[in-house]
RNA sequence: GGACGUGUAGCUCAGCGGGAGAGCACCUCGUUGACAUCGAGGGGGUCACAGGUUCAAUCCCUGUCACGUCCA
């Protein structure tokens, strides 16, 4: 006999390990079984599982499982990221905390070590986390970014990549973080609005002859400037282009120059160009070739090239004093306040630089083209449809890609410098030695790219490099490309759009065929969840508490496509008591006799109630089926609720009941059987969401009746049910009998009929069919309905509380128990419901231009509801009357 | 400033051209042996606002407002 409740704190690590030992998560060998493969989007290594895992990861499991219930080699590859900055910041805030020496004091070699020893200690905790959850990964195929495979596939597109001049060094302007002291990306950058201020300085000119009013937000880069910039077509200037003025402090000429640059309208209209650390100000400065002065240090310290005084001074401490200084000279003309956009460095939070340095860069605009097209083309299709354009958008719009990072922890650049500055890219020092031999005539001491790479470098080769690339494995020829990939779409540039670039350059082919992006879980307010923010829900916690099956139900029925998901833990609650709603279901049927048949048909079943519900499972399979195959993954939990709640505990095992206790023999064993064989195709149809529970109860029911043809039931097949198993009669039938017992019950509890009352049921006008059906399911409409006997009566007696249902007239004769007025009042709401719905629709009805244009069936449908809205209105009345004639 | 998305019951959200739905919350009733992590019934919405298209608009189009996200 099953426990009253599934216990998930002692069967989850059971199932778990019973479903890793069984081989069950490595896709079949059968040759013939079609692929199906997922990469898991890799968490950081030394992460923790957040709620945002969970989701994505839940919705990969749910498809993986699914794919292999319906045959196909599942492949669903698990790994971790090495996380560049985000793992070497963890190190180094810890080594901070323990009072270590620093890592520049330590040396790389030794800082590395530390890094690769926390790896060691904490990498394991997130898959075991994704364990928890009942991830189905193939974990014998298990990757990591800095694994030696996965570390030659790097070296191997790096050099490529160069030799093809699609990847070069260039002095450019880069966003720098000077609390990490590296360049990062564009997309690492994030804009925040904050207050701040227009400085408006007056450069006097060179001549003394008057001076020019600049502004600017950032007043310590004039240390730097080496020029002002004014609109060609603004007369106020037109004079003085060509002329210079002497810039405050530096005591510098710089000349003014005419560009279009220059906004006539904003401010002054005059700018001031320092072009080593402004992106617009560095076009200006190329199209007039001015000089570009560094003013900062890998710090965001003023260097050497700014006054004495200034030397060493933090950026903001030398702001304050750039402004106190021009006050001081009396050339400090506004202070404006202003709320403006400052780059923030994503990971450090600190105001990041635009500096210029030696970099590794992309050419992504030439892999962006392959990448383009094949969206375009639907070789690979995004769901849901509407991040296409924002694909598109940033793919047509993409920048060059810088590589580099000035980090320890990653794969270094395969990159080695002679004496004299020539670059060496190869995939080993051997082979840049031997270019380097050739290249000198003699041996040369040759030093290697300090630095590492994008931690995105590695993981846009993940689809192809967890498979074995560059070399030709029978897993890259089996399961590339991927069919699904699941994400989030705050990483479609950085990942996805990578990925599609690499993967295509490299292979030839897609990467994916198909990428859904997940929902975001967010706050309370929308904001998205992050650690910095102190708003994160802790999913392992949800897990103890409710179950994985819960959480797992709770995040795929929530997970609508293109809408945030709002977590609470009343939903995860209600979906745990669903759980237990069909736990106790299954032991209802166990304490029944309800078990399988050998070689079960469910097209023999005879009773009506039986086709019914067989029927409901084949249109529910078919349903959650087409919903999982498509993503639909909220349709697909929302489908399998209702059924299992709504239709089977509800109505089947509530209407079964008298059969299964009844002294008809036959229609018992078929009731036994058929409850059974309903709940085989919800274990299965369900063990893609819930695969814990689902694989408890197909265990505790393993010995009841035949045996199953499937072991475990992750390893068993989907249901594939034919259509032909819907019956409509039945369906009819069955609806005739809910609808008389929910109608019943409705008056009933409406007119305070007190429980204990027995008034039969009377039937009172109602066809030959129906008249059938009632009859036959008499006795669980008594029971149900809390009557004491089903009547067939030519009329109705005096004080009988008629109701009509699917047009037949039902009635309870309780005018004994009820308040007559009450009865009055709700047969005349009724009445009033019905006369609103037939005016409308008559009117409906009467117009021409409707009866002429809309569809045959529209119409038809609008006669029908009028003809039954009429008939029902007037056996109301008559009701009604009657009752008037006796109060 | 540009792009995208969202405004539906108290809350969280489905639905998206032919009479508005679910879960939770709320109210009433109920210990009939699967389940009180339950059962039965009920109240509650000019589907943001204004125009337009259509025989018909919550649904399509335009505009407005509010909120959110991304990109400048």
């Known amino acids: 006999m099953l426990e009253k409740n599934f216990d998930p704190k002692s069967a989850e690590p059971r199932l778990y390990s019973a479903w890793e030992t069984s081989g069950a998560f490595a896709p079949t060998d059968d040759p013939a079984a079609e692929p199906f493969s997922i990469v898991i989007p890799p968490p950081n290594v030394t992460g923790s599982l ?14 993986i499982r699914f794919e292999r219930m319906r045959g196909k080699a599942a492949l669903w590859l698990p790994g971790t990221d090495h996380a560049g900055i985000a793992t070497q910041m963890v190190v180094e805030r810890q080594l901070a905390a323990q009072g270590n020496i620093g890592r520049r004091d330590m040396g790389r070699e030794a800082f590395i070590a530390k ?45 490529t990549l160069h030799k093809q001049n699609l990847l070069y060094r260039d002095k450019r302007l880069v966003n720098w973080d000077p609390h990490l002291q590296t360049a990062i990306s564009d997309l690492e950058v994030e804009q925040r609005e904050v207050d701040g ?30 020029a002002v910039a004014v609109n060609p077509a603004d007369d106020r200037y037109k004079d003085l282009i060509g002329r210079a003025v002497r810039l405050p ?111 590794w860069f992309v050419d992504a605009e030439t892999l962006a083209q392959p990448a383009i097209r094949a969206v ?63 290249h000198y005539g003699h041996e040369e001491p040759l030093r290697q790219d300090e630095d590492v790479l994008d931690t995105w470098f590695s993981s846009g080769l993940w689809p192809f490099s967890t498979l074995g690339w560059p070399e030709q494995t029978s897993d890259l020829a089996r ?158 939990a929302n489908l399998l609720y209702r059924f299992i709640w709504n239709t089977f505990c509800d109505w089947y095992v509530e209407l079964s009941k008298p059969v299964l206790t009844g002294a008809d023999e036959g229609a018992r064993q078929e009731s036994q059987a058929v409850a059974a064989w309903v709940l085989d195709v919800i274990l299965k149809l369900l063990h893609p969401i819930m695969p814990f529970l689902t694989e408890e109860l197909w265990a505790q029911t393993a010995d009841l009746g035949a045996a199953r043809p499937e072991g475990m039931l992750i390893s068993a097949l989907w249901p ?38 027995r008034p039969p049921l009377l039937v009172i ?67 009033a419901g019905h006369a609103a719905d037939i005016d409308r629709t008559a009117r409906k009805l009467g117009n021409p231009d409707f009866v002429a244009r809309a569809p045959e069936e529209v119409v038809e449908e609008n006669r029908e509801r009028l003809a039954e809205a009429e008939a029902t209105r007037s056996k109301l009345e008559s009701a009604l009357r009657r009752l008037e004639a006796v109060v």
């Open 50 to 63: 957040h709620i945002g895992h969970a989701l994505n990861n839940t919705l990969q499991d749910v498809l």
């Open 115 to 159: 890094v690769w020893a926390w790896k060691a200690e904490s990498g394991g905790t997130i898959t075991n986390q994704l364990r928890r959850l009942g991830a189905s990964c193939d974990w014998s195929r298990e990757r990591f970014t800095l694994d030696e495979g996965l570390s030659a596939a790097v070296r191997k597109v790096f050099v």
């Open 197 to 226: 201020h227009y400085w408006h300085f007056a450069y006097p000119l060179e001549d003394g002859s008057g001076e020019i009013v600049v502004a600017t937000t950032r007043p310590e880069t004039m240390l730097g400037d080496t």
């Open 249 to 359: 402090i530096v005591n510098r000429p710089i000349p003014i120059v005419a560009d279009d640059y220059a906004d006539p309208e904003k401010g002054s209209g005059a700018v001031k160009i320092t072009p080593a650390h402004d992106f617009n100000d560095f076009q200006v400065g190329k199209r007039h070739s001015l000089p570009m002065i560094n003013i900062l240090d890998d710090f965001g310290r003023i260097n050497a090239n700014a006054p004495s005084d200034y030397q060493g001074l933090d950026r903001f401490e030398a702001r304050d004093k750039v402004v106190a200084t021009f006050e001081a000279l009396g050339l400090l003309r506004a202070i404006e306040p202003t709320r403006h956009a400052v780059p923030h460095g994503d990971r450090s939070g600190v105001v990041v630089e635009p500096y210029l340095t030696d970099q």
């Open 376 to 438: 375009e083309e639907g070789r690979t299709v995004l769901e849901p449809k509407a991040w296409e354009k924002t694909y598109f958008e940033w793919m047509r719009n993409i920048e060059p890609w810088c590589v580099s990072r000035q980090l320890w922890w990653g794969h270094r650049i395969p990159a080695w410098y002679g004496p004299d500055g020539t670059i060496f890219v190869e995939e080993t020092e051997a082979e840049a030695r031997a270019k380097a031999l050739e």
């Open 479 to 636: 399961f590339y490309p991927t069919h699904t990939l699941v994400t989030g779409f705050d990483i479609i540039f950085y990942w996805v759009a990578r990925m599609m670039m690499m993967g295509l350059h490299f292979t030839g082919e897609v990467p994916f065929q198909r990428v859904f992006f997940n929902a975001l879980v967010r706050d309370a307010s929308g904001k998205k969840m992050s650690k910095s923010k102190g708003n994160v829900m802790d999913p392992l916690e949800l897990v103890d508490d409710y179950g994985a099956d819960a959480l797992r139900f709770t995040l795929t029925a929530m997970s609508g496509q293109g809408r945030d998901i709002k977590l609470s833990t009343q939903r995860i609650e209600g979906y745990r008591n669903f759980g237990t709603k069909l736990w106790n279901a299954a032991r209802f049927c166990q304490m029944n006799g309800c078990a399988r048949l050998a070689d079960f048909d469910p097209a023999s079943a005879e009773s009506a109630l039986n086709r019914w519900i067989i029927g409901e499972t084949r249109k529910t399979a078919q349903a959650v089926t087409e919903a999982l195959a498509g993503c639909g993954f909220d349709d697909a």
């Open 720 to 757: 594939d049910l034919p259509a032909s198993l819907v019956d409509p009669i039945a369906e009819a039938q069955i609806g005739l009998v809910i609808a008389a017992i929910s109608e019943g019950r409705s008056v009933r509890a409406e007119l305070n009929v007190p429980h204990s009352a």
């Open 765 to 831: 006008e109602a066809s030959q069919a129906q008249q059938a059906v009632l009859t036959a399911y008499a006795s669980v409409i008594v029971q149900t309905l809390r009557v004491s006997e089903l009547k067939l009566e030519a009329i109705a007696p005096e004080g009988a509380i008629p109701f009509v249902v699917e047009g037949a007239t039902l009635a309870l004769p309780v005018a004994a128990f009820i308040d007559l007025a009450a009865e009055k009042a709700r047969l005349a709401k009724e009445i």
